[in-house]
């Protein structure tokens, strides 16, 4: 049976950062994400998407920036009791915060952060697919694979749905719950540090691309095609923290398309000018610059006319001349 409440999914998403203000900014600039305060905190801010507020941003002062992920659980004391006695260990204590519900801070054995949360009562969660601007995958770099599945289980019951063989780079396990996809898992090189990486889904990763460099974060890895058809690509922001980006195959699929069928309603080249929506600046640079072309290819062919007319002439000339001297000679042989 299907389990409606928030027990083993993702919840919410804290950027621990040394400049709040500007990692709005950026996120604005590259995702869509609106800035809210929090009516609980009014000195918490919170990123949010036209589907409602997805997390929130934290001072960092010391300390490497990142995201720090929270798992939904029905009972958080429980949790970090199991979570302790599997070789985890907890960071902050369960604390409470607005609503009555309450969240707590740990590391899974093999030393990756993450965040818990559990609300008052149960509350139902649904099951619908990710939007545009909202957090569409989690995936972890772990050193050992296995063991960090099965911990990961035993807290929020996930389950293993599909393996694929990386070859040299080893097993990539997607895991979910209740038979739906939440990300996946794999073990990292051994001179990365364990830890979470979130993806944000978009609608163009390429475009993505673009915008992350123009606000000044960095391209790390991608953009690349991953089994299944899906795009993603990954970026470290202006401030530090690491973070991903996740295109369906049918959004791309589409964004291909649609370029397609603009090359194809392209006007073929048929020797007649089309109108081009430019400035008028521009299109009266554009005016000027043809006048003067039009002007110095009638100079130059007036030149040219001029020059044959009088190559003619001279031809000419010489033609008399040639028939005089014929006749002159003609005379003298006669005498």
């Known amino acids: 049976m299907a389990d409606p409440t928030l027990r083993g999914r993702f919840v919410w998403h804290d950027l621990m950062t040394p400049e709040t203000s500007g990692a709005h900014a950026f996120y604005s600039k590259v995702l869509g994400w609106k800035t809210r305060a929090s009516q609980q905190d009014p000195s918490y801010s919170m990123f949010a998407t036209a589907n409602g507020a997805i997390g929130g941003s934290a001072l960092l002062p010391v300390g490497t920036p990142h995201w720090l992920h929270y798992i939904g659980t029905s009972d958080i004391e429980e949790t970090l009791q199991r979570a302790t006695a599997l070789g985890g260990s907890v960071v902050t204590a369960a604390t409470p915060v607005g609503g009555g519900g309450q969240y707590a801070v740990l590391t899974d054995p093999q030393g990756a952060v993450f965040g818990t949360y559990g609300a008052a009562k149960d509350e139902p969660a649904s099951d619908a697919p990710p939007k545009r601007g909202d957090f569409s995958w989690h995936e972890l770099a772990t050193s050992d694979l296995r063991a960090a599945f099965e911990f990961y289980a035993a807290l929020f ?3 293993s749905l599909l393996e ?3 070859g040299p780079d080893g097993i990539y396990l997607v895991f979910g719950r209740d038979g739906i996809p939440q990300g996946g898992m794999f073990n990292k090189p051994a001179d990365t540090a364990a830890a979470w990486l979130g993806y944000v889904r978009v609608d163009d990763v390429r475009k993505t691309v673009g915008k ?6 960095s391209l790390i890895n991608g953009p690349m095609e991953v089994p299944g058809g899906d795009w993603i690509a990954q970026f470290i922001d202006p401030y530090g923290a690491l973070f991903a980006v996740h295109a369906l195959a049918s959004d791309m699929n589409r964004k291909t398309v649609q370029q397609q069928t603009a090359v194809k309603a392209a ?5 007649k000018k089309t109108k081009s929506k430019v400035a008028p600046e521009a299109r009266t640079a554009e005016v ?3 006048a003067k072309v039009a002007k110095a290819k009638t100079k130059a062919k007036a030149k040219t006319t001029k020059a044959k007319t009088a190559k003619v002439k001279v031809t000419k000339a010489k033609a008399k001349a040639k028939v005089t001297r014929a006749k002159v000679t ?3 042989a006669k005498t």
Not at 267 to 271: D, F, I, L, R, V
Request: charge should be positive; aromatic fraction near 4%.
């Open 212 to 217: 992350v460099r123009s606000a000044r974060g």
């Open 157 to 159: 019951g996930w389950e």
């Open 267 to 271: 006007p073929a080249s048929t020797g």
């Open 330 to 332: 003609s005379a003298k």
């Open 288 to 290: 000027t610059a043809k």
């Open 164 to 166: 694929h063989d990386m």
